[in-house]
């Protein structure tokens, strides 16, 4: 079959300017550079130690960690907290999609920005909030939950149900209406409708939400740690407990490699359903669909959806709303003490100060790391997603892009712990340099960086790839170079989405704490550490001082998610 305008495309592409191929070089060697030395190579001397010993190869390491019955236990717990809240955030959200993308109602944009919210929140105050909510007084401290294995499932479910309702909603609200109204013509009911036509429709973005889900809730650290502590591990918890506590290099090694397995795995499934996503999507695609949310007899689908979702905001508002309030009282009453005393190095009552420095100065140090994270990530991702978002007409350099983009998407995949932790086994001396990065400053805005350059080229390739390529090829043949057509033509339109991964990129450097846990030198913590150190020494002080510092860092990451969200505007595209 003829494609009349994908030739015209092919053909054009071959004119193309051979001149400016050392600059895509550049633009491709440069991105790849920081990738090997700051992501492959820890993260591979790191696998390498599960399974090389003295030079030789030797899987003693895991027959020894496998032997071990709080393996086996750790293993599980993992794989049970995963594919619980996994199963309940689905069951969850997709109630929770048909109400905000399917119905129209006041105020569904609104709800729609709330239930994002959550979800950038860095996870050590998520796990603070919920301990805010289970502890003794807390509104839920009667249920006896804090500090165990449902609360930390409760925990990963209120941060991932958005992705759940953002991924199936996104195909809900485009998916054609006509075939269930068909079947609803012929006599179905409601439910057999949904149950033998929507659904089906809505499987491939279902397991691709749910395969993100269990990636996420297989590698929470910062969630995991606050609220089951030791007792409640995960892998990803596990490996930090094997290096800081135990010193056990060896075992942390062939748990991070069960943990890559387990990611693969994840990742697999992922594409594979994001692959059938977008087929469905080109096959049934119509926009326009929702109509007025309709509650009371005679609409039981929509008053059942709509309840669900209702209690589902409620349980979405209560940990944040509890963090607030909680924050305010201290052992004398209600009021700023606590805020106040953010400029303290925490009770010092029976033992030393938690802190080496003051809170504030742990939030000017996250800010100062976050900007440098955020200028790396800009940089090294918007060149991978310049590079990819090109469609070479030879067919080498087609698969050579695509291998470019999945390169690019591993760091989402690996736990940052394991990046921070290979930062540690292998930047003593880099490339045989006499400088010992590992007590630098730079290496936690690197860790940082690794972890938000997925999120740049998500962000800004979409965009890029929707530019029409007879644009550059018109500027090219007015004699534009290639920097020219970069600045006229690229920059101009992928500037909302440029400003929005400056958001992305920035937040989630603010709230990382797996890697920074491990790289964070102990005179510049940043506000994460601050937290979880605070939270983990006793006195009413640190607590209420943990509270408040969960409030400064929430509202420092949600005001930067706001404004990155005012900046998507119509910007279209960002696949996170």
């Not at 920081?34 to 591979?44: D, M, N, Q, R």
């Not at 609220?227 to 290096?243: A, D, M, P, S």
């Not at 692959?275 to 469905?280: G, I, L, T």
């Not at 690019?408 to 736990?415: D, E, K, N, R, Y």
Request: proline share 6%; glycine share 10%.
């Amino acid at each position: 079959m003829l494609h009349p305008g994908r030739d015209h495309h092919r053909t054009r592409r071959s004119r193309l300017p051979a001149g400016s191929s050392a600059l895509w070089v550049l633009a491709a060697g440069l991105p790849l550079a920081f990738l090997a030395v700051f992501f492959a190579w820890p993260v591979a001397t790191l696998v390498a130690r599960g399974f090389v010993a003295d030079g030789a190869l030797d899987l003693g390491g895991f027959a020894d960690v496998f032997s071990r019955p709080r393996t086996w236990r750790i293993l599980g717990l993992t794989l049970a907290q995963a594919g619980v809240a996994t199963a309940l955030a689905v069951v969850l959200g997709v109630p929770g999609a048909y109400v905000l993308f399917r119905c129209r109602f006041p105020g569904r944009g609104a709800l729609r920005a709330f239930v994002s919210v959550p979800f950038v929140l860095p996870t050590v105050v998520v796990g603070v909030a919920f301990r805010a909510v289970l502890a003794e007084g807390g509104p839920l401290g009667a249920l006896h939950l804090d500090g165990t294995f449902a609360a930390i499932v409760a925990a990963l479910v209120f941060f991932n149900y958005t992705v759940v309702v953002r991924t199936v909603g996104g195909l809900w609200e485009h998916l054609d209406p006509r075939a269930e109204q068909a079947a609803r013509a012929l006599g179905a009911s409601p439910v057999r409708a949904f149950v033998e036509v929507t659904l089906p429709a809505l499987g491939p973005a279902i397991a691709s939400a749910a395969s993100l889900v269990f990636l996420f809730c297989s590698t929470a650290f910062g969630t995991v740690l606050v609220l089951g502590g030791l007792r409640y591990g995960t892998i990803e918890t596990e490996i930090w407990v094997q290096t800081t506590q135990f010193l056990d290099l060896r075992a942390a090694s062939v748990l991070s490699v069960v943990q890559l397995v387990v990611v693969a795995a994840a990742l697999t499934l992922a594409a594979r359903a994001r692959r059938r996503q977008e087929r469905a999507l080109h096959l049934t695609a119509t926009a326009g669909s929702a109509h007025p949310l309709r509650l009371g007899r005679g609409h039981g689908v929509d008053t059942a959806a709509a309840a669900v979702t209702a209690l589902v905001l409620v349980g979405l508002a209560l940990p944040l709303v509890t963090l607030v309030v909680r924050s305010l009282r201290t052992p004398t009453g209600w009021g700023l003490g606590n805020y106040v005393a953010l400029g303290t190095t925490g009770d010092s009552t029976g033992g030393g100060s938690p802190l080496s420095v003051t809170v504030w100065d742990a939030a000017l140090t996250s800010l100062r790391t976050a900007t440098d994270a955020t200028v790396i990530a800009l940089v090294v991702g918007g060149l991978v997603a310049l590079v990819v978002s090109r469609r070479p007409g030879a067919r080498t350099a087609r698969r050579t892009v695509s291998v470019l983009d999945a390169l690019f998407m591993l760091p989402l995949g690996v736990s940052a712990v394991t990046v921070g932790f290979g930062f540690l086994l292998t930047l003593d001396r880099p490339l045989g340099l006499p400088v010992d990065l590992r007590t630098s400053g730079l290496l936690v805005p690197i860790a940082q960086a690794v972890v938000a350059v997925p999120l740049v080229v998500r962000t800004v390739l979409p965009v890029l790839r929707a530019i029409d390529p007879r644009l550059r090829e018109a500027a090219a043949t007015l004699g534009a170079g290639p920097g020219r057509v970069l600045r006229a033509v690229d920059l101009p339109i992928a500037a909302r989405a440029l400003g929005l991964a400056v958001g992305f990129a920035f937040a989630v450097s603010l709230g990382e704490f797996g890697a920074t846990s491990f790289l964070a030198r102990p005179d510049q913590p940043t506000l994460p550490v601050v937290v979880y150190r605070l939270i983990g020494r006793p006195g009413e002080q640190n607590y209420g001082m943990a509270l408040a510092a969960s409030v400064l860092l929430a509202l420092l990451t949600a005001g930067i998610m706001a404004l990155a969200e005012r900046l998507r505007g119509s910007v279209r595209g960002g696949e996170l």
